[in-house]
């Protein structure tokens, strides 16, 4: 059952409707195990970046606020998926409020590999991950009534950005490939990059298109709920199922720092 505080108080139904109905905000998602959390500190900066810019005038919430507002949304628990969003307070602008949600956790296992479609369309302010999602919800939905599992977008330019809620990372035999462009980056993805180098694999960052996905062996989507979730198929372009790249990303994933999110007393 989900739980939803504001500020550090159990939410009301006028908070909720405000954070339904106004669609201006950012949000981080992330799964608690044995109450810590992989890159914790990376969640933190995120929500610090992304207020920067939606929120120039406000002071933002401190890292041991947030920390503290999340203690307690999660009351006894000490697994669960939990979702920080940062939203405007309409009676005390410029002031920000600090919205948690917890809710089950998720096994974080791999399901059947995805056959995704390709859409042209790239997020508005796409470096941040925030409240406006029609346009990437909309796309996700039109892929799945076409018999697709999800959705991969690209850029204007060609180039291929990221997927509905995940990054995309691929395998052409000998390094990891991430593409580049207007997109998200992702907190598993920087995990796992940070996971790779510590493992001496190589890793590059550079554009990547739909033609040049035949030359990578695998891909996978990887977002908070799964580190590498396998994908059969991007349009056109199948992927042979290399089993060993997936094994190589839970290897990186392995050597992820989890962090306590319960602040020290």
Not at 86 to 114: C, F, K, Q
Not at 132 to 150: M, S, W
Not at 197 to 222: F, I
């Amino acid at each position: 059952m989900t739980h939803v505080e504001i500020n550090g108080e159990p939410a009301t139904v006028e908070d909720v409707h405000r954070a339904a109905v106004w669609n201006y905000g950012h949000f981080t998602s992330m799964q608690v195990r044995g109450a810590a959390v992989p890159g914790l500190s990376l969640h933190l900066r995120r929500l610090r970046e992304a207020s920067a810019v939606l929120f120039p005038e406000a002071v933002p919430a401190s890292d041991d606020q947030i920390r503290t507002f999340v203690d307690r949304a999660l009351r006894d628990r000490d697994d669960a998926s939990v979702q920080v969003t940062v939203l405007p307070n309409p009676t005390r602008w410029p002031h920000t409020d600090i919205m948690v949600s917890v809710d089950e956790p998720v096994d974080g296992a791999a399901g059947p590999p995805l056959r995704v479609r390709t859409v042209q369309y790239e997020r508005e302010l796409a470096q941040l991950k925030h409240l406006a999602t029609l346009g990437l919800t909309f796309h996700r939905r039109q892929a799945r009534q076409a018999g697709f599992d999800d959705v991969l977008f690209v850029g204007r330019d060609g180039d291929l950005l990221e997927g509905s809620v995940w990054n995309i990372a691929c395998w052409d035999g000998t390094q990891v490939v991430w593409t580049e462009g207007p997109r998200l980056a992702g907190i598993t993805m920087q995990l796992l990059r940070l996971g790779l180098r510590r493992l001496g694999v190589p890793e590059v960052t550079r554009k990547t298109t739909r033609e040049s996905l035949s030359e990578m062996t695998s891909a996978v989507a990887t977002n908070s709920r799964c580190a590498a979730q396998p994908i059969a198929a991007v349009d056109a372009t199948t992927f042979p199922g290399d089993q060993e790249f997936t094994r190589l990303l839970r290897r990186a994933w392995q050597e992820v720092e989890w962090e306590p999110v319960r602040p020290t007393r």
